[in-house]
């Protein structure tokens, strides 16, 4: 594993207890949840919105649809 140089760590150091720093982190934390939820509900739509959107910026060719054969479904 890499070790750090002492200039870096004290970099690190500083930069977490910088109070501008802990408020950004706060205000990140409190909002990647919120990205599906409209009105307390996860919104279904703008998440397969989301995916569709993301599947086409990645260029990802979509599978063939198979039909799931449910003769012996275990968990």
Do not use: Q, W
Not at 32 to 56: H, L, S
């Amino acid at each position: 594993m890499m070790s750090l140089s002492e200039e870096a760590a004290k970099e690190i150091r500083d930069l977490a207890s910088s109070p501008a720093f802990k408020r950004d982190m706060t205000i990140v934390a409190e909002s990647r949840r919120k990205f599906f939820i409209k009105d307390g509900k996860v919104d279904v739509d703008a998440y397969v919105e989301f995916v569709c959107a993301f599947n086409e910026f990645i260029n990802h060719e979509p599978k063939k649809f198979v039909p799931m054969i449910d003769k012996d479904m275990r968990l």
